[in-house]
């Protein structure tokens, strides 16, 4: 791959501003918008900007070819589940935090590839890795303003979000690696469309929301722009740069998450917050270092 560009580290500075932001505005959309109803009309949205990309690259989709059961698998542990946590436990916690949590995706991803694939086990240097993340987010339990009895079940469930991403990660590696980033993203995404809309419907009455205009633009933003156009926008820098440079933005999306929450929604950021943030990120840059 080439060396990165003055312009390709705008982009995926630009990505990870994206994706960071995209934690204040499931915030603000589940102001007026259920959990499930969020994720599906969030994934529809998706659905259609990445159709839309893959006409364009004359991409073909393979949702319902007869490996359909590894596409659907996939879009319930990528999307439809991780959506639906992050959803539930941002309605209840601040984005700020979420984003943080969230970023643990790649020390759970080492926790859980060291038992399901054969060449990435854990070694000292990585398990210390995995150590020092996970203390930094043990710091914050230690802060009764930022986690305490009345939130700490929706901390835990954003981390169970975050531990479905490192699954179906996984299982992208070993069944879908030679699929294209495309197809694959652009086939799970119509597959979490259609096992949301019974959670939806069954769960919640979307019909009879009154959402806000706020929560209806972050809604569209979360669809149109941090999940069809960032995954566009994925596959531009994979393809151009490599996996390596790509998977960079994992130490921007909490930045981004902290700055935005602390910015638009007035969120309140202690020295608790940032050195957890610090810890968090230095363990996740072990981790990576050491991985293959």
């Known amino acids: 791959m080439k060396q990165a560009k003055l312009t390709d580290i705008f982009l995926l500075v630009l990505l990870g501003a994206i994706w960071g932001s995209s934690f204040f505005n499931i915030k ?4 007026s918008y259920e959990p499930y109803t969020l994720a599906l009309i ?14 364009i690259y004359k991409i073909k989709i393979y ?45 759970t991803g080492s926790i859980l590839a060291h038992f399901f694939t054969k060449n990435e086990k854990i070694t ?31 901390v835990l469930i954003i981390l169970l979000g975050s531990t479905f991403y490192s699954i179906s990660g996984i299982m992208i590696l070993k069944k879908l690696k030679k699929s294209g980033n495309i197809n694959v993203t ?40 941090a999940t069809g156009f960032a995954w566009w926008l994925r596959f531009k820098i994979l393809s151009k740069n490599g996996i ?32 957890s943030l610090v810890i968090i990120m230095s363990g996740i840059y072990i981790v990576k270092k050491y991985n293959k």
């Open 28 to 31: 603000i959309a589940t102001y």
């Open 42 to 55: 969030r994934v529809i949205l998706a659905t259609f900007t990445m159709l839309i990309v893959s006409f």
């Open 63 to 107: 949702a319902f070819s007869r490996n359909w059961k590894i596409y659907a698998l996939v879009g319930v542990c990528n999307i439809t589940i991780p959506f639906s946590l992050i959803a539930i436990g941002t309605n209840k916690i601040d984005s700020y935090l979420a984003a943080m949590l969230m970023s643990t995706t790649p020390i």
């Open 124 to 154: 000292f240097l990585k398990s210390t890795g995995i150590v020092l993340g996970f203390s930094g987010i043990l710091l914050l339990f230690f802060d009764k303003l930022i986690i305490n009895e009345s939130n700490y079940l929706f």
């Open 244 to 275: 390596v440079f790509q998977t960079q933005v994992a130490y921007l999306i909490p930045i981004f998450g902290v700055i935005f929450g602390a910015l638009i929604l007035d969120e309140q950021i202690n020295w608790k917050v940032l050195a």
């Open 186 to 225: 652009t086939s799970t995404l119509i597959w979490s469309v259609i096992t949301l809309l019974p959670l939806s419907f069954v769960f919640e009455d979307p019909f009879k929301s009154n959402p806000t205009l706020e929560s209806t633009l972050s809604l569209i933003y979360l669809g149109v722009v």
